[in-house]
RNA sequence: GGCCUUGUCGUCUAGUCCGGUCAGGACGCCAGGUUUUCAUCCUGGUAACACGGGUUCGAAUCCCGUCGAGGCUACCA
């Protein structure tokens, strides 16, 4: 059974790019019918939020990563807990002691001075500066200056990794380096191992910023008498200046793309066809597709430039799909959190609104920008009133025969307006523009709005009779 | 600097393993159609094999070199 890990540290929202390790991982582990865990790596405790590590597992959750063990909404999930590395100091310690012990471990007492100096006659010399510690045979007793640093022998570490291939270090080029900083606080590259180990994780999936840790860590992972893992490194996902995603660029974090109306399907389908796809030109994937599609060996090597173009457009695509009453609770919900006041609406006109604005919203925080001439009679010029060449009388004409019209059909027959409009034009040999210009500027005071049936539907045959009126009167001023 | 990774349209990518269709799709952009307008939708167009050698009848694909990009180089993770 093989077994994939997302290892977030707490130290700030989820990150996009951590959702998107999170995805792969998921992804490998239900392909292959194995087991995703979650594991939260707060042993810098300096950095790590209890709000953080919340944001990160609720955002997993919401975007479907669910994991099967470790931290989830509902609490740990698995036997090889505790899930979080800041409660698992006392299962650190005796590895570590067992290093000190085998002599892959040693205590060292260099200061970063001493460390400065030791750089600066290399770099005299010019030579490569690799630091070998003159305390690595010397077994002191520690004092509050040591740390305990790993004890490199030269030699070559490789490594198949799942994504980019054959890699292999030489580690004469690596110094020994810091495994902890005393015997109850040990580091990243030692916790992460004992606890791949201890959790029994076969595949370790994570970003290519990682492929430099790997030999370090298939060091102690050798001198422990551990298990041998796979590793799979995926390429970074890039801001548009190709650098690593960081503050500079917008929106980092999962959450503010869930709080602009972004949904979870787009997202889940935008991260996942960053660096992977099937093979053909399919774009449109359900996380249970993608899932059964999924492989490692057909995702990309080289970083991927987010586009936001593109995540709007595949967003779009699955608002269209949401079903109406999705779409009806939340674009309401966004309607009052861009301050529209919707109890102006019954149900009907609510839903009515919310229909008129899925074609045109990327996301929904957009929802309701261009539509505040629903609330209120709009203030406009009154030259766009005119259709083409048409005069201002011609304009009261036209609009005059709307009135007429619209005076005669009831608010129960609005589900038919258009039809029943076109049919009246038609019959009295107008054309369709001079009537329905007017008309729609006069509703929306706007030169580019929805239709003059959407709006007439919505604001009622009262209020439409109103505007028609008032853009009679500023015609006729 | 050193080590590692990586290079196909502006962007995401198919094709590369196993050389041989005008290098395909999507987003964007442009044009046209539909619509009273906008949006949606439909049709079409624009645009790339980083560069230089070599192997070959033939190279995006194989080999060598150059250049570019990114990551790491912590008593962070």
Redesign the pocket.
């Known amino acids: 059974m093989i077994k994939t890990r997302i290892?977030?540290?707490p130290?700030g929202n989820l990150h996009i790019g951590t959702a998107r390790t999170a995805l792969f991982n998921y992804l490998y582990a239900k392909n292959q019918k194995g087991i995703f865990a979650i594991r939260i790596?707060?042993?810098?405790i300096v950095?790590s939020t209890q709000e953080s590590e919340q944001d990160i597992i609720e955002g997993l959750e919401w975007l479907g990563l669910i994991p099967d063990e470790g931290v989830s909404i509902k609490g740990e999930i698995g036997e090889l807990g505790p899930y979080r590395?800041s409660q698992r100091a006392h299962i650190y310690k005796p590895y570590l002691e067992q290093l000190i012990q085998s002599g892959d471990a040693f205590w060292?007492n260099?200061?970063?001075q001493e460390?400065d100096i030791l750089k600066q006659q290399a770099d005299d010399k010019s030579e490569?500066?690799v630091?070998r510690s003159p305390y690595r045979d010397k077994k002191i007793k520690p004092s509050q200056?040591s740390?305990l640093r790993f004890k490199v022998s030269d030699t070559k570490i490789s490594f198949e990794?799942k994504?980019?291939?054959?890699?292999?270090?030489?580690t004469s080029?690596l110094?020994d380096?810091?495994i902890a900083?005393n015997l109850d606080?040990?580091?990243?590259?030692f916790?992460?191992v004992i606890d791949d180990e201890l959790m029994q994780i076969t595949h370790i999936i994570r970003?290519?910023?990682?492929?430099?840790?790997t030999p370090k860590q298939i060091l102690i992972n050798q001198a422990l008498g551990f298990t041998r893992k796979n590793f799979a490194?995926l390429?970074?996902i890039?801001a548009?200046?190709?650098?690593?995603m960081s503050k500079r660029f917008g929106a980092t974090s999962i959450r503010e793309y869930r709080e602009q109306g972004y949904l979870p399907e787009a997202l889940i389908n935008f991260l996942a066809?960053?660096?992977?796809?099937e093979?053909?030109?399919r774009?449109y994937y359900t996380l249970g597709e993608i899932i059964e599609k999924f492989s490692l060996k057909?995702v990309?090597?080289?970083?991927?430039?987010?586009?936001i173009?593109?995540l709007?457009?595949?967003n779009?695509?699955y608002i269209?799909q949401l079903s109406p009453e999705k779409q009806i609770e939340l674009g309401t919900q966004y309607l009052i959190q861009n301050r529209f006041d919707i109890k102006k609406w019954n149900e009907r006109q609510l839903k009515s609104i919310i229909q008129l604005e899925i074609?045109?919203?990327k996301k929904f925080a957009d929802i309701g920008k261009e539509i505040s001439f629903l609330w209120k009679q709009p203030e406009y010029n009154p030259d766009i009133l005119a259709?083409k060449a048409m005069t201002k009388e011609d304009s009261i004409t036209s609009l005059e025969w709307s009135y007429q019209l619209v005076y005669t059909i009831e608010e129960s027959q609005f589900d038919t307006i258009e039809f029943i409009i076109?049919e009246a034009i038609q019959k009295d040999n107008k054309?369709?523009?001079e009537?329905?210009?007017p008309?729609?500027?006069a509703l929306?005071g706007?030169?580019?709005?929805?239709?003059?049936?959407?709006i007439i539907a919505i604001i009622g045959k009262e209020e439409t009779l109103k505007r028609i009126q008032y853009a009679q009167n500023i015609l006729k001023k």
């Open positions: 290892a977030p540290s130290t790596e707060d042993t810098d950095r590395q060292c260099l200061s970063e460390i490569q500066f630091l200056e740390v990794d994504i980019k291939g054959f890699i292999e270090f030489d080029l110094g380096f810091v900083k606080y040990p580091l990243y590259n916790v992460v970003g290519d910023d990682h492929i430099a840790n490194h390429p970074l890039l548009p200046d190709k650098s690593k066809l960053l660096g992977w796809n093979g053909n030109d774009e057909r990309q090597k080289s970083g991927a430039i987010f586009n173009q593109k709007d457009s595949i779009s695509h269209k074609n045109r919203i259709f076109k054309q369709m523009g009537i329905l210009w008309l729609r500027v929306s706007l030169e580019k709005s929805p239709s003059p049936f959407e």
